[in-house]
């Protein structure tokens, strides 16, 4: 399928690059090394080099990138669950916002993402120096390619920035033998926002012939400066949420191509969501090649063990329950009633209770499902059968973190400690955005990773009017995308006058619409609120943690670098 294209050119570039020519000639030549004089042959090995920060690029949205972004929030939790994920305990100083420069999530990161930003820099140079007529390529099919790569590596840069902060700003691999110092946050800024406005002019529209959803647009590099303009605030200490607003009604008006929001709730998250107009940037899956975001470090291991029969999908073997929402409730059932008025995910999706995500997942045949959560018992085998934990009892899956074992519902244990380090398997309602469909099914494992929806758009939008006062301005914004959530009419759905939307209620908004996407910490911090409390969570001393440290090992190799405040060398 198109949609697989990319990637599978990177894959065929990767496979050739070891092979080995020979021949009776005994004069040396270094085939085995290749180098931009001799790698660029035909066409489509330009393509391949532009590919390699693409494919690296899917790769980051899981692992370390993911949960470095949810664990610290106030939604999604990965506790030892009696010996299993305690791993050494880093999820529970992620929960606690206790991390230090030698944890190695901070290292990693770090090094993920420039690693991508050296690839985009590689291809760009050699790209940039190619006499394109030896290509059969024109200059504008080049221009192209170098702003689909500046495009790329602002995306990699922005969420350095967002991590870090202080980062320094590497714009060429070749002769570089050493990153350069850090630059100031308001360099970093302006080095971003330069990138994003120079690239789009060269960009494609949606609609355009070979403009697919896989391929950075003008609209999505213009929402990745809605995303820089929106957290202005926070990045350099100076709020551009005219910018924001700016740019984001220039997408939804379609000055940078068409797009529209799903009337269907999981059509973003569906096997053929390349097609879904609310699409603006998504990483190509499919089951028999890259799918990152159904593997272990991400959505895979979002449930319990055993769930591949509920699912009827046999091909990943069982599941492994690192991330499920944080309770709702404690031990005894009573709903938690924190001052912040944080956390309990799930319960601020029942506050709507006609929302048709409430419904238990179920996958319904012909690659389709219903729901968004897993609760309660998983029957299957048409009921007479129920999933297992890995001690063998059967699993019932509450809003609730403690060792409920083999306890029937409403059953009180007598243990009524509730913490990240004293969970079970039963703890933790289980969220699937992406669909597991049955092994049987034609489409499964096909989904794109949708990197930016036009939902986002909207979201950032009606945040900027609420900010400027236009509640019921944000509202009938916010409405657009809620309605696909509830029925005609619903008393769910805002007035549109104003009355309803707080900044409490803004931001379990969004807590909803983008449950589970890699966000979250970045929306807690823009609202103030990431320093707070919420389950098994102290208010930190002060606000150093909005940033991470530099790893350890980062340090070590680079000395030129400097700690960012707040943490040891």
């Not at 048409?382 to 059953?411: A, C, H, M």
């Not at 609420?466 to 619903?490: H, I």
């Amino acid at each position: 399928m198109k949609k697989n294209q990319f990637t599978y050119m990177l894959l065929a570039f990767l496979l050739g690059g070891i092979l080995i020519n020979s021949c009776t000639d005994l004069v040396e030549t270094p085939y085995d090394k290749i180098i931009s004089d001799n790698f660029y042959q035909t066409k489509d090995d330009v393509y391949r080099s532009f590919l390699r920060s693409f494919e690296h690029g899917y790769w980051t949205i899981q692992g370390t990138q993911y949960f470095m972004q949810e664990n610290p929030a106030d939604q999604i939790m990965t506790p030892n669950r009696q010996g299993d994920w305690y791993d050494g305990g880093k999820y529970i100083r992620l929960h606690n916002h206790t991390w230090t420069s030698q944890d190695d999530f901070c290292n990693d990161a770090w090094n993920n993402l420039f690693i991508g930003i050296s690839l985009a820099n590689n291809s760009l140079e050699d790209i940039k120096a190619l006499d394109v007529s030896r290509f059969n390529m024109s200059n504008t099919e080049q221009k192209s390619l170098i702003a689909e790569l500046r495009t790329m590596r602002a995306w990699y840069y922005l969420r350095l920035f967002d991590l870090y902060r202080n980062i320094p700003i590497v714009e060429t691999t070749k002769g570089a033998d050493q990153a350069p110092m850090q630059a100031t946050p308001q360099e970093t800024f302006t080095f971003i926002e330069k990138e994003l406005k120079e690239s789009v002019t060269d960009l494609g529209k949606k609609g355009y012939p070979e403009i697919v959803t896989s391929r950075w647009t003008q609209a999505g590099a213009m929402a990745l400066l809605a995303r820089l303009y929106l957290n202005a605030k926070v990045y350099i200490g100076v709020d551009h949420f005219d910018d924001c607003a700016k740019v984001c009604q220039d997408i939804i008006d379609g000055k940078y191509g068409t797009y529209a929001i799903a009337d269907r709730w999981d059509a973003p998250y569906d096997w053929n969501n390349d097609l879904c107009d609310e699409t603006i940037f998504a990483f190509p899956g499919s089951f028999g090649r890259t799918h990152w975001q159904y593997d272990g470090g991400m959505y895979w291991w979002a449930f319990p063990y055993n769930v591949n029969k509920y699912f009827e999908f046999t091909d990943f073997g069982t599941s492994n329950p690192k991330y499920t929402l944080q309770p709702g409730r404690d031990v005894s059932g009573v709903p938690y009633d924190f001052t912040s008025n944080l956390g309990q995910p799930f319960m601020k999706f029942q506050a709507y209770p006609d929302d048709v995500r409430l419904k238990l997942y179920k996958n319904l045949g012909n690659n389709t499902r219903e729901g968004m959560f897993l609760y309660g018992y998983l029957t299957y085998n048409e009921g007479q059968d129920t999933v297992t934990t890995s001690q063998g009892y059967n699993l019932y899956i509450r809003d609730q973190v403690g060792w409920f074992n083999d306890l029937k519902p409403g059953v009180v244990p007598a243990d009524l400690t509730s913490n990240m380090n004293h969970a079970d398997q039963n703890s933790g309602i289980c969220f699937a955005k992406y669909p597991f469909y049955k092994t049987t099914d034609s489409h499964k494992i096909e989904s794109d990773y949708a990197v930016i929806r036009l939902a986002e758009i909207y979201y950032d939008l009606a945040e900027c009017k609420f900010r400027k006062g236009d509640k019921a301005g944000a509202e009938k914004l916010l409405n657009v995308v809620r309605k696909r959530y509830y029925p005609a009419g619903s008393a769910s759905l805002y007035p549109e006058d104003g009355s309803k939307l707080t900044e409490s209620e803004l931001l379990d908004e969004w807590g909803r619409e983008f449950l589970g996407e890699g966000r979250r910490r970045t929306d807690l911090i823009r609202f103030g609120k990431f320093n707070s409390t919420w389950w098994d969570k102290s208010a930190d001393p002060d606000n150093h943690t909005e940033i991470y440290p530099i790893g350890l090992t980062v340090l070590g190799v680079s000395p030129q670098l400097k700690q960012n405040p707040g943490y040891d060398q």
